[in-house]
């Protein structure tokens, strides 16, 4: 994966001291009747948003699923990693997110962009989603098979959305509050999101607090882009129902693609067309991470040597 250069962050230090800020934090409460994950997010949407180059209504979208996936991968010690699929009818047309247990996330947006006649109103993503389908695969630490639940998209909001994949599809109630502050000039100055889940047993009288808090809980993107922090966030917020930190994890934008990996796929190619490519071009070859944004390129003596190593495996 190449990093592109952030729009205003020249200096080195500060955007590893802006990186390190990004975290995700796990929390009990409500004696252990209530588990929930925080994340802060500012950095990772804004270098997000700059591999893939997005504009405003593709990061709020993108840049949601992806704080929803961190979320989710944190929820428990047994899960490797976590995709979240959603495919609709909208111009978004859907998107494909993956997280793992330790904070790193990558995954696209399966329109190359939203066309707009004008300006929108406002930023209710639920017009460019429109109906479809919402997935979530789990893969965990033991597991030989992976586990999928599908539910139909109703409120065309990721928050919303995965909220109601927790009551059908794992009949347990949960909340999600996702959040993108923009500055002036539309860049990213803030994210957050929140996921908190009440388990088996849970009284009423905590699920009634919760649910009041979590309601009244103020846009987490503007608290992040000024001085608000998490940790300090969750026990202020959620005073009353006595939060207990579990652990703090990095939260970061990260792929393992790699030139070397690209180039093994395209010796993989049917030898057809691995000689038509050599032969014919483009030149150079580009070759796109769908997952990072990042481009490979490849010049006519580099495909020659890649169809001369295929050849010799035959």
């Known amino acids: 994966m190449i990093k592109k250069p952030v729009v205003n962050s020249t200096d080195r230090k500060e955007r590893l001291k802006a990186a390190a800020k990004d975290r995700i934090y796990r929390f009990l409460m409500g004696g252990g009747s209530v ?6 997010a500012g950095w990772m949407i804004r270098q997000m948003r700059t591999n893939h180059e997005l504009g405003l209504l593709e990061t709020l979208a993108l840049g949601h699923a992806y704080m929803a996936a961190a979320l989710v991968s944190a929820e428990g010690k047994a899960v490797h990693r976590s995709v979240l699929q959603m495919n609709c009818t909208g111009p978004i047309q859907g998107l494909q997110v993956e997280a793992t247990a330790n ?7 399966k329109t190359s962009g939203i066309a707009l006649d004008q300006p929108p109103g406002s930023f209710d993503l639920a017009p460019f989603f429109g109906g479809g389908t919402l997935s979530v695969t789990r893969y965990l630490k033991d597991g030989r098979w992976p586990f999928t639940g599908t539910v139909a998209m109703r409120f065309g909001t990721v928050a919303k959305d995965l909220a109601h994949y927790y009551r059908i599809s794992e009949q347990t109630p949960a909340a999600f509050h996702l959040s993108i502050q923009f500055d002036p000039d539309g860049e990213v100055a803030g994210a957050g999101g929140l996921f908190v889940q009440t ?3 849970t009284d009423t009288e905590t699920t009634v607090r919760l649910e009041s808090l979590v309601e009244a809980l103020p846009s987490l993107g503007k608290v992040f882009a000024g001085s608000g922090d998490p940790e300090t966030l969750i026990h202020d917020w959620f005073g009353t129902l006595s939060p207990k930190i579990l652990d703090r994890r990095r939260a970061e934008f990260v792929c393992h693609c790699s030139k070397t990996r690209t180039r093994n ?8 067309e691995l000689e038509e490519i050599a032969q014919n071009g483009p030149f150079p070859l580009e ?12 010049t006519r003596e580099e495909l020659r040597r890649i169809r001369k190593r295929r050849f010799s495996r035959n």
């Open 265 to 272: 796929l395209l010796t993989m190619l049917p030898a057809g």
């Open 35 to 40: 588990r929930g994950a925080m994340i802060r």
């Open 287 to 298: 070759m796109k991470c769908h997952n990072c944004g990042t481009r490979y390129h490849f």
């Open 199 to 201: 388990l088996p047993g």
């Open 103 to 109: 904070g790193q996330v990558r995954g696209f947006l």
